[in-house]
């Protein structure tokens, strides 16, 4: 398995906190990215770098900002956490050497009450 | 924009029967599609990939896919159910980002049980 651990693995939060979900990669891979998956919508890209520093939005990144200042980590902070943010947030890394496979994270399951 | 639909939320069929999970993409160009699997409380795990080779895609515990360009799908079959294959599916294409990041536009999920 790709060497790909989220911290926490499981959060409940009260609306209109902060949340920050990490996720740590050993396997030194260029792209990460943060997903939601939610019943009957599949995974959705919310995220996505291709470096550090280096982050750009994916299709549902309002309410969402991350940050990448090492290769190996990847945060995802929700500033003001909303009920509509309840969800399993996946990770997921992927390199040239990977070609187009992305390799997925256990996941974080939220739930903001 | 690409798009994925999979036909049936939910799928049953009996241990040992044929197993066919469907799969429909819209690309303007020749995608890149896979098939994941994802276990009750696990991440995906990739089952297989089509990338413009073959078009008959084989990929671990015994399922394969066929790419069908004039009907744009990439379907999913395994001859023989087995109880270790329930879990839920899922279908994706892929997309190019900046710099090279894949875009992985999904399907919504088919929920395969199998019966004993």
């Known amino acids: 398995d790709a060497g790909i651990t989220q911290s926490p693995r499981h959060k409940v939060t009260e609306t209109g906190t902060p949340v920050t979900l990490r996720c740590h990669q050993t396997e030194n891979h260029r792209y990460m990215y943060w997903y939601r998956q939610d019943p009957g919508h599949g995974l959705r890209l919310i995220h996505y770098?291709?470096?550090?520093?280096?982050?750009d939005k994916g299709e549902v990144s309002d309410g969402y900002s991350v940050s990448r200042s090492k290769t190996e980590d990847f945060l995802l902070t929700l500033e003001s956490a909303t009920s509509s943010q309840t969800s399993v947030y996946f990770c997921?890394?992927?390199?040239?050497?990977?070609?187009?496979?992305?390799?997925f994270g256990p996941g974080t399951r939220l739930t903001v009450t | 924009a690409q798009s994925v639909t999979q036909l049936g939320s939910h799928v049953s069929v009996s241990e040992g029967a044929l197993v066919l999970l469907r799969c429909n993409y819209s690309s303007s160009v020749p995608p890149y599609l896979f098939w994941y699997v994802q276990y009750p409380n696990q991440g995906l795990q990739l089952l297989l990939k089509?990338?413009?080779?073959?078009?008959l895609v084989k990929g671990i515990n015994g399922f394969e896919a066929e790419f069908k360009k004039s009907e744009t799908s990439f379907h999913l079959t395994k001859p023989s159910a087995h109880m270790s294959d329930a879990a839920e599916y899922f279908c994706?294409?892929?997309?190019?980002?900046?710099?090279?990041?894949?875009?992985?536009?999904f399907g919504q999920g088919t929920r395969l049980t199998i019966n004993p």
């Open positions: 089509y990338t413009s080779a073959a078009t």
């Open positions: 994706a294409v892929s997309d190019r980002y900046r710099q090279g990041a894949q875009k992985l536009v």
């Open positions: 997921a890394i992927s390199d040239a050497t990977t070609a187009y496979e992305q390799y």
């Open positions: 770098s291709y470096g550090v520093k280096d982050t």
